[in-house]
């Protein structure tokens, strides 16, 4: 599905970006079949592809490492190493690991997932502290043409510090040290790729939103997240003096053992055109279906036409600004009782401490989203 075009440019290469890759809970090959075996049931989608970028959802290799105790709700996922053989056979190139579950084997699950990912592909989005610069990987799709790629993400509480590595934290002063490092390597296409959104909604959370806009403003070129496991919209902004810059809200999941929803089974594949400029002259995006077992197919064509439909209607909503009140509509239906649930486990898997420790990851958003519940329940939002 081509969403955005520039009729007077050709495009002369052309990569890819997907969501979530999540082998745990399942997800696996079975007897006589391998990693790469699997992909090929999706691997028509990228095949006209230079390279791809990809989010790995959880860490690999960690065997022998006891996962982390949370003191909350939310279960701890890791998967093989041989499962990077289903990215490369994807033509995957850069692999973001700015997530949530990069720590669900502690600091030295993430480094030993940063090592075993090193050793095949390009890496972003953990393993410097705050004193460094951003990391930013770096990719030719074709001559002259250079696509850096920034990954990280919001609101973790494993972010990098001043003196620790750690998760890159998706900032205003991050973005423009890794937009300063593109700028000295001569990189003509700017992507963001972001750990970003809410669960259980196919909106995008207002404050993320706002936040990719801004990373637009400052010159970044392409904006995608992915998060929540579901599909988002999508958005062409507009800049002065400048191409328009492109967001994808939510990219939901390219392959995942971890369905909680009929809708978490819907993903997108982001394809990005280049001119011989390596300005963005097409964008496309292309359907994703995970079968039961959670795999990534080429949907069939109805189950296509229903992905479109919901993808552009939550684009048509994000431009016109009412997907606002439907992200806080479906965030607010059970977060009083998510919460309650949450400080029950806190409790009974470390004390008061945990519950000491749930308060400390309490962020604006969390409040924000009570007091739009609050306006709800009497017909105020």
Not at 206 to 211: C, G, I, L, M, S
């Amino acid at each position: 599905m081509l969403v955005w075009k520039d009729p007077h440019r050709l495009p002369v290469c052309r990569f890819g970006i997907a969501g979530d890759f999540l082998p745990a809970s399942g997800l696996a090959p079975t007897s006589g079949e391998t990693w790469a075996g699997q992909a090929n049931r999706i691997a028509p989608l990228f095949e006209d592809l230079q390279f791809s970028v990809v989010n790995l959802e959880c860490p690999v290799g960690v065997d022998g490492i006891a996962p982390k105790v949370k003191a909350s709700l939310g279960d701890s996922f890791a998967g093989q190493t041989e499962s990077l053989d289903y990215l490369d056979s994807l033509k995957a190139s850069v692999i973001g690991i700015a997530n949530n579950h990069l720590y669900d084997y502690e600091k030295l699950g993430a480094e030993r997932t940063l090592r075993s990912i090193q050793s095949k592909f390009s890496v972003c989005g953990f393993g410097r502290t705050l004193r460094e610069p951003s990391s930013v990987c770096i990719c030719e799709p074709a001559e002259n043409v250079r696509v850096g790629v920034w990954a990280a993400a919001r609101n973790l509480p494993d972010a990098a510090t001043l003196n620790s590595i750690g998760t890159e934290p998706a900032t205003r002063d991050r973005a423009m040290q890794a937009l300063a490092c593109m700028a000295g390597s001569n990189i003509q296409c700017r992507v963001a790729f972001l750990h970003a959104g809410a669960e259980g909604t196919n909106y995008p959370d207002p404050e993320d939103a706002e936040f990719m806009e801004q990373l637009v403003e400052i010159g970044f070129d392409v904006v995608a997240a992915c998060h929540s496991h579901r599909i988002s919209g999508y958005k062409a902004v507009e800049r002065k003096n400048a191409f328009p810059a492109h967001c994808f809200y939510g990219l939901g999941s390219l392959s995942s053992g971890v369905l909680y929803s009929p809708l978490e089974h819907e993903g997108i594949l982001a394809a990005i055109s280049l001119d011989a400029s390596g300005a963005v002259c097409e964008v496309a995006a292309r359907p994703i279906y995970l079968d039961e077992h959670g795999w990534g197919t080429i949907p069939l064509t109805q189950v296509r036409a229903t992905i479109v439909d919901r993808f552009r209607n939550i684009s048509a909503a994000i431009q016109d600004g009412s997907y606002r009140q439907t992200f806080y509509r479906d965030i607010s239906r059970d977060l009083m009782g998510t919460q309650w649930r949450d400080v029950r486990v806190a409790f009974q898997r470390a004390g008061v401490r945990g519950i000491l420790q749930k308060l400390t990851r309490m962020r604006p958003a969390h409040v924000r989203r009570l007091y739009h519940k609050s306006l709800a329940s009497i017909g105020l939002d």
